[in-house]
C-alpha cells in the first residue's frame, strides 16, 4: 500500500510517500516540503500549495492519503491557514477518488515513537529508524508527513477507528527510540 501523508500548512506543507503493509519493513518514496511565500496573498499562497499537492498525487499515484486533524491554537490566522490546506489535501483526493483518512498529531506520535506526547526530535529520529533513514528528515514538517504515512499504515481507520498497528511494532519502536537517546547521550 501507498500512502501520501499531508502535514498541512500555509507557509511550510509536508509531503511524505511511503510504501508499506502492517507488519512488513516500510520504504520511503519521496518527501519534501511545500512552500509559500509569507508576503504574496493567500490565495496565491494556496494556490503554489495545492499545485504541489496535485504535482505529488500524480506523480506517485498514492492509494490512500492521510492528512494531520487540524487542532484548535491560540492563533487563529495559523489555525486557518492550515486547516485551508487540509481542505485542499481533502478535495484533492477526492477529485482522483483517493481514499482519505484524517490522524490526529497525538495518534501519529503515539503509533510512530509509542508516545502520544513525544516533541519533534523524537518523531523525526523515530521515522528514521523506522525508514532505515542515514539521518533524521528535516524540516520538521516532512517527518511530519512521514509519520503520518506510517500512522496510517498502521492505523487504517484513522482517528475515528479502532488503532491497529503489527504486532510487537510499538515495543520495537520503544526500543529503538531508547537506543537513539542512550547513544546522543554518549556523544
Do not use: Y
Not at 510504501?19 to 511545500?34: H, P
Not at 490546506?85 to 484533492?92: D, E, K, N, P, S
Not at 499504515?153 to 484513522?158: A, E
Amino acid at each position: 500500500m501507498r500512502v501520501l501523508g499531508v502535514d498541512p500548512g500555509l507557509t511550510r506543507c509536508g509531503l511524505g510517500v511511503v510504501d508499506g503493509l502492517s507488519g512488513r519493513r516500510l520504504r520511503l518514496v519521496a518527501v519534501e516540503v511545500a512552500r509559500s511565500s509569507a508576503t504574496d496573498e493567500v490565495d496565491q499562497r494556496l494556490l503554489e500549495i495545492e499545485r504541489r499537492i496535485e504535482e505529488f498525487l500524480e506523480e506517485h499515484a498514492p492509494d490512500t492519503v492521510a492528512v494531520e486533524r487540524v487542532f484548535a491554537q491560540h492563533n487563529v490566522s495559523t489555525v486557518m491557514g492550515t486547516a485551508q490546506v487540509a481542505g485542499i489535501a481533502l478535495v484533492a483526493a477526492a477529485r482522483r477518488r483517493i481514499p482519505v483518512a484524517v490522524h490526529t498529531p497525538s495518534e501519529v506520535k503515539a503509533a510512530v515513537t509509542g508516545n502520544g506526547r513525544a516533541g519533534k526530535a523524537q518523531v523525526q529520529t523515530m521515522v528514521a529508524q523506522l525508514l532505515g533513514l542515514d539521518e533524521r528528515p528535516r524540516p520538521a514538517d516532512a517527518a511530519d508527513a512521514l509519520a503520518l504515512a506510517i500512522c496510517h499504515l498502521w492505523r487504517p481507520q484513522g482517528a475515528m477507528g479502532a488503532p491497529q498497528r503489527p504486532p510487537g511494532s510499538l515495543t520495537a519502536a520503544q526500543r529503538a527510540w531508547a537506543a537513539a537517546e542512550q547513544a546522543a547521550r554518549r556523544r
